[in-house]
């Protein structure tokens, strides 16, 4: 979808840019002053979690590209966003949420620090986020439009079944580029969802955005985000933000091109042999034990041909693209047509796993611990977020008895030792 705004401005830029052409002695931080860019809250820069004059400004410039109620920028990605919508739950009343199981670790580790409880929804399929909407009850669900495989959660069939009272959080880390193609989370009955910009938009890393469905909750949001983020937030990383406005009101054509162009390299690879998973626009998923390799060796293969993928696992690649840049087809198609297809790898299905619940996330988070041998870990009671990264997802959580299954799955993701509770 192509927004048409006639003028769009980028204050931030243009204050740096005015700046740094006076000339001024600076005898202000930061300390390294390589980059012209690289400021502190100086007078006139603004203050990002007391935004007023030009963050403000490219704040509410983004919010109209998005068709958002407003927007609160981030410079620590998906996580600040994160724990701003939590802590603004908690200070909504709420003290328990339910989350699709396969959730971000940043989840986790923001309901420890504020002692949310957590009822888990948990989907027919390893890592992904669509869970079955009858099973939502809760007034207050989180739950993440695109998993990392690129499977989708359906936030508009979510948003209709939640009663009119509830609060609908939703981790889009992945998906900022649905800005261009209509079906971003918070134009389909969202009320607050973290976008990490720098992911599929060319922004800097940790860049990213806060939607809200209600304007109102701008100054509470912002309040939260100062409760968790820095006190020096980058202002290249703001720039970039300001910057990426610019660059979604002018290049939503060559966006829906490159969404195009990923279509086509999909059809190319299956044409050649190679097993994709359904995902979403911005991604292609290789099931790699179809062509007789592990998703390992597929990308160790891409990598001596100079491709380095997003993630692999011992089961699928993933390749993810940006919006708004063209894919170098030809150089993909070139790769993998001189990757032979072996004979196929027998499946190894990943287990779901449902761990019984001894003490609160946060009771076992701060119980003493000691790290354990996988080996040694039968029965014992899980005192951290266990997540291999990517893609950061938690196998096991703080309060859970680690059974069999759970040390199967451990091994599986390369863990070999655990932190337990220290009985």
């Given at each position: 979808?192509?927004?048409?705004?006639?003028?769009?401005?980028?204050?931030?830029?243009?204050?740096?840019?005015?700046?740094?052409a006076?000339?001024?002695?600076?005898?202000?931080?930061?300390?390294?002053?390589?980059?012209?860019?690289?400021i502190?809250?100086?007078?006139?820069?603004?203050?990002?979690?007391?935004?007023?004059?030009?963050?403000?400004?490219?704040?509410?410039?983004?919010a109209?590209?998005?068709?958002?109620?407003?927007?609160?920028?981030?410079?620590?990605?998906?996580?600040?966003?994160?724990?701003?919508?939590?802590?603004?739950?908690?200070?909504?009343?709420?003290?328990?949420?339910?989350?699709?199981?396969?959730?971000?670790?940043?989840?986790?580790?923001?309901?420890?620090?504020?002692?949310?409880?957590?009822?888990?929804?948990?989907?027919?399929k390893?890592?992904?986020?669509?869970?079955?909407?009858?099973?939502?009850?809760?007034?207050?669900?989180?739950?993440?439009?695109?998993?990392?495989?690129?499977?989708e959660?359906?936030?508009?069939?979510?948003?209709?079944?939640?009663?009119?009272?509830?609060?609908?959080?939703?981790?889009?880390?992945h998906?900022?580029?649905?800005?261009?193609?209509?079906?971003?989370?918070?134009?389909?009955?969202?009320?607050?969802?973290?976008?990490?910009?720098?992911?599929?938009?060319?922004?800097?890393t940790?860049?990213g955005?806060?939607?809200?469905k209600?304007?109102?909750?701008?100054?509470?949001?912002?309040?939260?985000?100062?409760l968790?983020?820095?006190?020096?937030?980058?202002?290249?990383?703001?720039?970039?933000?300001?910057?990426?406005?610019?660059?979604?009101?002018?290049?939503?054509?060559?966006?829906?091109?490159?969404?195009?162009?990923?279509?086509?390299?999909?059809?190319?690879?299956?044409k050649?042999?190679?097993?994709?998973?359904?995902?979403?626009?911005?991604?292609?998923?290789?099931?790699?034990?179809?062509?007789?390799?592990?998703?390992?060796?597929?990308?160790?293969?891409?990598?001596?041909?100079?491709?380095?993928?997003?993630?692999?696992?011992?089961?699928?690649?993933?390749?993810?693209?940006?919006?708004?840049?063209?894919?170098?087809?030809?150089?993909?198609?070139?790769?993998?047509?001189?990757?032979?297809?072996k004979?196929?790898?027998?499946?190894?299905?990943?287990?779901?796993?449902?761990?019984?619940?001894?003490?609160?996330?946060?009771?076992?988070?701060?119980?003493?611990?000691?790290?354990?041998?996988?080996?040694?870990?039968?029965?014992?009671?899980?005192?951290?977020?266990?997540?291999?990264?990517?893609?950061?997802?938690?196998?096991?959580?703080?309060g859970?008895?680690?059974?069999?299954?759970?040390?199967?799955?451990?091994r599986?993701?390369?863990?070999?030792?655990?932190?337990?509770?220290?009985?």
């Open positions: 979808m192509c927004l048409n705004i006639a003028e769009l401005n980028t204050p931030i830029a243009d204050f740096l840019r005015e700046y740094n006076h000339g001024f002695l600076r005898l202000h931080m930061p300390g390294g002053m390589s980059n012209p860019s690289d502190t809250e100086i007078f006139g820069a603004d203050s990002l979690y007391e935004s007023s004059s030009i963050i403000l400004k490219s704040e509410q410039n983004a109209a590209l998005f068709g958002s109620g407003g927007v609160c920028y981030s410079c620590s990605g998906s996580t600040l966003s994160i724990q701003a919508m939590l802590g603004f739950a908690k200070q909504q009343g709420f003290e328990k949420i339910a989350a699709g199981r396969y959730s971000h670790k940043s989840l986790v580790n923001t309901a420890i620090l504020l002692g949310l409880e957590i009822e888990w929804l948990y989907p027919e390893y890592l992904s986020s669509q869970v079955e909407m009858s099973a939502l009850k809760s007034p207050c669900v989180f739950l993440t439009s695109v998993d990392y495989y690129g499977g959660c359906d936030i508009a069939a979510a948003a209709e079944h939640l009663p009119d009272n509830a609060l609908l959080l939703v981790d889009n880390a998906g900022a580029y649905k800005v261009f193609s209509g079906d971003h989370p918070i134009t389909k009955g969202a009320d607050l969802v973290a976008d990490s910009a720098h992911k599929t938009l060319p922004v800097l940790g860049g955005y806060l939607h809200m209600e304007p109102t909750n701008r100054k509470e949001l912002k309040r939260q985000m100062s968790f983020g820095t006190t020096s937030p980058s202002y290249l990383i703001l720039e970039s933000l300001d910057l990426c406005n610019l660059y979604v009101k002018n290049q939503c054509e060559t966006a829906l091109r490159s969404f195009k162009q990923v279509e086509q390299l999909k059809n190319a690879l299956s050649m042999g190679f097993a994709l998973a359904q995902s979403d626009a911005m991604r292609i998923t290789i099931n790699a034990r179809e062509s007789g390799f592990t998703g390992f060796e597929l990308a160790a293969k891409l990598r001596e041909k100079f491709i380095e993928c997003e993630m692999s696992d011992d089961t699928f690649l993933v390749l993810i693209f940006s919006a708004g840049v063209l894919p170098v087809a030809d150089l993909i198609i070139r790769a993998f047509s001189e990757i032979v297809i004979k196929r790898l027998p499946p190894k299905e990943h287990i779901i796993l449902k761990p019984k619940v001894a003490l609160p996330l946060r009771e076992a988070f701060y119980k003493k611990s000691r790290l354990t041998p996988i080996a040694n870990a039968h029965g014992r009671i899980c005192a951290e977020v266990t997540a291999p990264c990517p893609p950061g997802v938690p196998l096991i959580m703080p859970e008895i680690i059974d069999s299954e759970c040390i199967e799955e451990l599986r993701n390369g863990v070999e030792e655990v932190l337990t509770v220290d009985n």
